[in-house]
């Protein structure tokens, strides 16, 4: 049913004409907003729809968006032009030695050969100006201490492998020289080819030598570069270089590139600290970027269970740099799948173009010196639009226009000259419509947190895995459904006039709309208070609405002077949120994309539908945001809440079929399920010296929540395999961990195996123990494989105060005999070789003197070079093509002192 009265159009059975008495009409500026009341039919949800699949659209081509790679035929001597066929057939070279862990022949060998081979050439082929290229090996010794998952962590490392890389300056007469790093590294993880992780990095820096060296143009610094060979010994060999090799004092600033993923486009994701310049640098000289300050302080938070060879440079180096890494299928991330397939053509052409163009500037300009002498102000908040091009502001602008807008915006609710609800003060009608929304937002996460209960329930946790899609039904539909159910049935009673029984759907409207003003000013408040340079996030959320708001929509109701038709209402709402949106589908693809892989990996610990329910919820709460405002606009929304509850069945029936399962086994789109098999054998000895237990088994510990139900069918007797809990009686629950990772993977299934053959012998040596009053010293001599790790547990009311790794002790680790450890990860790039150890210990007075005082264990890690015992063997013949297990052989020996 309409009515006309003039040019004027209303609809609605509950809409008359605007003279009526009974109209519970807004005062002057919320009727310019949009004039008489009527409501919108509900076929704009339904565009409303279509565009944001649009926009998601914009934002798949942005991320998906790779130049053309570059073959010989584009190349000309003395261009500054990355060639990516060139790098390729590096990478190719590179990955067919197959795994190479530090100390294995592949990695030290094979690869160290190859490197060496190629970087003779290019220096023998160099032109131009720049004919001053030096190559060295080094093999450092070292030890430092850092937390791993908030856990402490001593390294020592001997013979660890870098091959090290300078460019010289011809033009420098005079001063220090300054130079550029760029580091990656050779190494990999056992398993795994490594393609993205890190051969690619590789490849690319051999290529941007070689574009430099034919170069005409001379530099004004100096290049060098790192190809470092223990980075997944947790990074050992950047810090052998760092603090040990006589050109790292040169170094001004670093690259690091790095792989989290592979292929695709590579994300700055760490810069500094401070140090802004480098920021401009790349903003201003990377053809293809990619970078979100938000990336950094998720990382820097610890909420990804990894680290880099950045923070080494930067905590051993007091240097600032950028921290670059292949984010894209992090399904592949340290498995079998890492491989050529893997890197899609054009993703080593865009990085290489950022990388050589990046190096080029700053090898060629005074840029490192003049940025050492800038003041430094803080990390610059940046973040790229789409690939296309960079924003890097400094903080205090950034501070100045946070707090202009948020005064602007606080402003433009307070001038309102109109009624609230039934006459109330327009601000105090806010308020409560903030309330509402509010309300509905803790209805929303009920209703997401009682279908995590029914997803754990029937046991289909991470049914998302390896096709994200049906989150949006099982998760957001609910949550959405619950916040529209809510925002609009109290909407209504809110604004309802009691006496006429009639609604102004548009002062509910204009309400709702201001009370999201008011609540995205909090969150920028909060997050410019913490220092947050994130805040660019609920900025954009507030500066675009209420601009939009103030000049578009004003505007074209004071021109047209009649009720805003509903398309143009479409319109004016799309441009207010467009931006904002895009920018958060932009940023929610890159957190999927990180983190949906990340909790195959994550641990046995936390449940995985905790960390997606909470996803959604931001990104329905974020993404709807202003547009719930429009709800109480609609006469009716039993189609959007008819196509909510289909989503929801559709996706529940999904997730109980095939399409439910979480892990895939396709090569051309692998979702694996991650093991570590662990061939272990254990052998404990008493005070008095004697063999007091051994045992041996196949250890399975997988990665993620599932634990090893997924794989009853194809191995059945894990139905029945006993877990290895922690045995209190020796350091560290007596489990031969490499690294501190308890905490994430406390569940390890036991298969029984006979003790397993190793390649090379373990032999731990006590050499002399000196008793002084109530100190007592210990000195081993340790001969080992090229991985392993030592548990240092003190007695009760005893200390350790002094030891060979280091000046400082370290604080202890919360597990072990007495309830506490100090661990060692050993790494080697040899496969067997001696060591020494020596601890310095105090009993108090309130140690017995005839007790034992430490307990200590010695586990060995074979991770490559060895044979598979038939155990191991069986074990993957009989696994499912969809899961990856990381084969190691271990030995523990604990002894009583």
């Not at 610094?221 to 947790?234: C, H, K, P, R």
């Not at 946790?461 to 390896?466: A, Y």
């Not at 029936?653 to 399409?659: H, V, W, Y």
């Not at 548990?791 to 280091?806: D, E, F, G, L």
């Amino acid at each position: 049913m309409a009515a006309r009265s003039g040019n004027t159009r209303y609809r609605g059975s509950s809409v008359t004409n605007p003279s009526s008495k009974d109209t519970d009409k807004p005062d002057n500026d919320t009727e310019k907003l949009q004039g008489q009341r009527r409501f919108l039919g509900e076929h704009i949800c339904f565009l409303l729809l279509i565009s944001y699949f649009v926009f998601f659209g914009i934002v798949s081509y942005g991320h998906r968006r790779l130049p053309t790679p570059k073959t010989n035929a584009d190349y000309s001597m003395g261009n500054l032009t990355f060639i990516e066929e060139r790098a390729y057939s590096h990478l190719k070279k590179i990955t067919s030695f197959g795994p190479r862990p530090a100390g294995s022949k592949a990695n030290e060998e094979k690869a160290v050969n190859y490197l060496l081979k190629e970087l003779d050439r290019i220096k023998a082929s160099a032109s131009g100006a720049q004919k001053k290229i030096e190559i060295d090996v080094q093999r450092p010794e070292g030890s430092f201490t850092f937390n791993i998952l908030a856990q402490p962590l001593t390294h020592y490392y001997k013979h660890v492998t870098n091959i090290v890389v300078r460019m010289g300056s011809t033009r420098r007469t005079k001063g220090r020289a300054r130079a550029l790093l760029i580091n990656g590294h050779f190494d990999t993880v056992p398993g795994s080819p490594g393609a993205s992780d890190d051969a690619v990095s590789c490849a690319i820096m051999l290529e941007i030598l070689e574009v430099l060296s034919k170069m005409t143009q001379p530099l004004d610094n100096d290049l060098i570069l790192l190809f470092n060979g223990a980075e997944e010994n947790v990074l050992q060999a950047s810090h052998g270089f760092i603090t040990q090799h006589p050109w790292a004092k040169d170094i001004d600033a670093f690259i690091n590139l790095e792989a989290a993923g592979a292929g695709g486009r590579e994300l700055v994701f760490q810069t500094g600290p401070e140090h802004p310049w480098l920021v401009r640098v790349y903003s201003e000289y990377a053809a293809h970027p990619f970078a979100a300050v938000v990336a950094q302080e998720i990382f820097q938070a610890n909420l990804i269970p990894s680290d880099t060879d950045f923070r080494i440079f930067r905590d051993f180096g007091k240097i600032p740099g950028l921290d670059i890494a292949f984010i894209s299928n992090g399904y592949v991330y340290h498995t079998k799948y890492d491989n050529l397939a893997s890197i899609q053509p054009g993703c080593i052409q865009r990085a290489g173009d950022n990388v050589l163009s990046i190096s080029h500037h700053l090898l060629t300009s005074d840029e490192m010196e003049r940025g050492w002498k800038e003041e430094l102000y803080g990390q610059p908040v940046f973040f790229d639009i789409l690939g296309f091009f960079i924003i890097s502001l400094p903080t205090r602008s950034v501070t100045y226009m946070v707090w202009s807008l948020l005064a602007a915006a606080i402003g433009m609710i307070i001038m309102r000259d109109a009624k609230g609800f039934h006459g109330r003060p327009y601000f105090v009608s806010v308020i409560q419509a903030v309330l509402v929304i509010l309300l509905s937002w803790v209805a929303g996460l009920v209703a997401i947190i009682f279908m995590g209960v029914i997803v754990s329930s029937f046991s289909r946790h991470m049914f998302w895995f390896s096709n994200p899609g049906p989150i949006l039904g099982i998760y957001a539909a609910p949550a959405l459904y619950a916040i529209i159910r809510v925002q609009r049935g109290l909407g209504l009673k809110m604004h309802k006039n009691t006496k006429a029984k009639t609604s102004n759907p548009w002062l509910a409207e204009c309400m709702f709309f201001d009370a999201y003003v008011v609540i995205w000013s909090s969150l920028l408040a909060l997050c410019a208070y913490a220092g947050l340079s994130s805040a660019y996030i609920p900025f954009f959320w507030l500066f675009f609405p209420v601009a939009i708001r103030q000049t578009v929509w004003k505007y074209i109701k004071a021109y047209r002077q009649e009720v805003l038709g509903d398309y143009t209402v479409l319109g004016i709402y799309l441009l207010m949120v467009s931006m904002p949106v895009i920018m958060s589908f932009y940023l929610l693809w890159v957190g999927l994309e990180v983190f949906i892989p990340i909790m195959g990996r994550s641990g046995s610990q936390i449940n995985p539908e905790i960390f997606i329910g909470a996803f959604a919820f931001v990104g329905v709460i974020i993404n709807t945001s202003y547009l719930t405002s429009l709800i109480q606009t609609f006469k009716t929304l039993k189609y959007t809440r008819a196509f909510l509850l289909g989503l929801f069945l559709t996706s529940t029936l999904a997730m109980f079929t095939s399409l439910g399962f979480p892990y895939s086994g396709d090569p051309m789109n692998p979702a694996p399920k991650r093991s570590y098999l662990q061939h272990t054998s254990r052998t404990y000895y008493d005070y008095s010296g004697y063999l007091s237990y051994e045992d041996s088994f196949l250890g399975v510990a997988p990665m993620d929540y599932l634990g090893v139900a997924p794989l009853f069918s194809d191995i059945p007797e894990l139905k029945d395999a006993p877990e290895a809990g922690c045995d209190p009686e020796v350091p560290y629950c007596g489990l031969p961990y490499w690294v501190p990772v308890r905490s994430m993977l406390k569940k390890i299934w036991k298969l029984p195996a006979e003790p397993p053959k190793v390649p090379v012998p373990m032999n731990i040596k006590l050499v002399t123990k000196i008793e002084d009053k109530s100190k007592t010293r210990f000195e081993f001599n340790i001969t080992a494989p090229d991985h392993m790790s030592v548990y240092i547990s003190p007695r009760a009311h005893v200390n350790m105060t002094k030891w060979s790794m280091s000046k400082k002790i370290p604080k202890r680790n919360p597990n072990g005999v007495g309830g506490y450890a100090y661990i060692i990860h050993y790494g080697g790039g040899k496969p067997q070789d001696s060591w020494p150890l020596w601890i310095e210990l105090e009993a108090g007075a309130s140690h017995i003197s005839s007790e034992p005082i430490l307990d200590i264990a010695f586990a060995g890690q074979y991770k490559a070079d060895f044979k598979y015992t038939p155990e191991i063997k069986d074990f993957l013949r009989r696994q499912p093509d969809w899961h990856f297990s990381v084969p190691i052989i271990s030995t523990y020996f604990a002894y009583v002192y």
